[in-house]
């Protein structure tokens, strides 16, 4: 469903942000993102999501190609990924249930069908019971678990997660993966950048390790490595 053939990132300042990146990821399959700081994971997230251009090569994404792809069809595309973030980054002044509505306002949802589809994502995160509070009355773990609703609101294809777990405690975090893990069971693939060996290595799935913008190791059931 994914594919990155020959791709090049380089910044304005000539840093490298990852160089000659080939990879295939298939749909319903959970990927690792792991290798030290600065490794050039979220520059690789980025370009999956298309937030950042390559320099050089070519991704796919399902019908999209991102080298001929128009602006005009980045709504669609990002109806197709749900992105989570380290920091969660839910709207202040909106409750737990309107983060969740806006992701279906924005790509134009009939009414009729917000109301109940939020009500049953936000069930599947286990905070129905929360609906009316605002981010600021959550904890970081129900921050994030809103966060994920958000994102699979729109049932899209992959699940796009970059740190997902940084800012929280073990036990928290595990509470996150048991959620990534059942949306996975769902044959939605999750691709997940993280520095959390312990996740890592208790839920075995595909690892990709990156060292200086570049893929080092590509096991499937892999475990974090030496690298932190
Ligand atoms: P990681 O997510 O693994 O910590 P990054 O993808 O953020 O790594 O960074 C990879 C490399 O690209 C690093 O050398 C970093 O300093 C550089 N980099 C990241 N973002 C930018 C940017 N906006 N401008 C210039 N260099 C950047
Ligand atoms: P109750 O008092 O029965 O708990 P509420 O008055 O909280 O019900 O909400 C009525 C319905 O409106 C609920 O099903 C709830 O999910 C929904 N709802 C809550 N907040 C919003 C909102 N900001 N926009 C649209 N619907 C909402």
Redesign the pocket.
């Known amino acids: 469903m994914i594919t990155l053939d020959k791709v090049t990132k380089q910044y304005d300042n000539g840093v490298t942000g990852i160089r000659d990146v080939n990879i295939d990821i298939k749909q319903g399959e959970f990927v690792y993102i792991v290798g030290p700081s600065g490794a050039g994971k979220s520059t690789f997230i980025k370009m999956l999501y298309h937030e950042l251009t390559p320099t050089s090569g070519d991704i796919k994404f399902n019908d999209f190609d991102f080298a001929t792809m128009k602006r005009r069809d980045l709504p669609m595309l990002r109806r197709e990924m749900g992105i989570v973030f380290q920091d969660f980054k839910l709207l202040p002044r ?2 737990v ?2 983060n969740i ?1 806006y992701a279906m306002q924005v790509v134009e949802t009939p009414d009729a069908e ?2 109940p589809r ?2 049953e994502v936000l069930k599947e995160v286990g905070l129905e019971h929360k ?2 509070r605002f981010p600021d009355e959550l904890s970081g773990g129900e921050q994030q678990r809103v966060s994920i609703a958000r994102a699979i609101v729109n049932k899209p294809s992959v699940l796009i997660a970059d740190e997902p777990t940084g800012n929280l405690d073990p036990e928290t975090s595990d509470g996150i993966m048991d959620i990534i893990e059942t949306i996975n069971g769902q044959n939605t693939t999750i691709i997940m950048a993280t520095h959390n060996r312990d996740v890592v290595n208790s839920r075995p799935h595909r690892v990709l390790e990156i060292a200086g913008g570049e893929i080092i190791r590509d096991e499937e059931k892999g475990n974090y490595g030496l690298e932190d």
């Open positions: 909106l409750t249930f309107e509505a917000i109301k939020v009500l609906l009316r």
